[in-house]
């Protein structure tokens, strides 16, 4: 099993429609992430979860609700997106401990066309 | 202002030749760390190197390494012996003790590794 996975690879969807992202780590970390990359644009946080309690919500838009169940897992939950909100969702893991050398483990991304 | 800058948009660069791709921060934090990631076409991001604030020597990993020069603020990375696969999006990014477990990514570069 690969480190990070992200289920769907791909998702097309409509305004209306309500989907969701799944992401899975298989590395014993203590906190996930939501990345969104868009094109031409740095990525940017979304969401952190450290030991399953958010951290951090870097001021994103409410039809975008993250979930995380327990430190495996990680979902993002879509409703009424825009189709400014195509991009490539990026899951990532860590091992948060007393020092910053954590490094963050990507999975390979949903990519989401919203039409 | 951005944090993280990126100045080189696309790289070109023939195999078996080094390449170095730059990347200039901006803290006022004393400890932070310093990190590069591969993206190749896939979209999986790839931890490459990581460089703490405190370190006194440059990292090194296999034919990476990063030339790391604080008072410059500058930590580029350095490609040795280039091989056709290194070709993919470069992304410079930062993590400051202040900021918990925001990693603030640069633009990236991409380079292309020409036969």
């Known amino acids: 099993e690969t480190g990070v996975t992200q289920t769907p690879r791909h998702l097309v969807m409509g305004m209306t429609n309500k989907k969701s992202l799944k992401c899975e780590q298989h590395l014993g970390h203590n906190a996930m992430y939501w990345y969104k990359q868009s094109a031409k644009k740095p990525l940017e946080l979304m969401f952190v979860y450290s030991l399953e309690e958010r951290v951090e919500n870097n001021s994103v838009p409410s039809r975008f609700s993250p979930e995380c169940p327990n430190s495996s897992h990680l979902f993002l939950h879509l409703h009424t997106l825009q189709p400014e909100d195509s991009a490539l969702y990026l899951c990532a893991s860590s091992q948060e401990g007393a020092s910053l050398t954590g490094e963050l483990f990507f999975g390979e991304g949903s990519r989401l066309t919203v039409l | 202002a951005q944090k993280i800058t990126q100045t080189q948009p696309g790289m070109f660069v023939q195999e078996k030749e080094a390449v170095t791709l730059d990347c200039t921060y901006d803290t006022s934090d004393q400890s932070y760390g310093l990190f590069w990631y591969k993206q190749p076409s896939s979209g999986e991001m790839i931890f490459l190197i990581y460089?703490?604030?405190?370190?006194?020597q440059n990292a090194t990993e296999g034919r990476y390494s990063l030339n790391f020069q604080k008072a410059r603020k500058s930590a580029n990375l350095v490609i040795s012996a280039s091989q056709l696969g290194d070709s993919a999006m470069y992304f410079c990014a930062m993590r400051e003790i202040n900021y918990g477990q925001n990693f603030v990514f640069g633009p990236g570069t991409r380079l292309s590794v020409l036969p």
């Open positions: 460089q703490g604030s405190y370190d006194e």
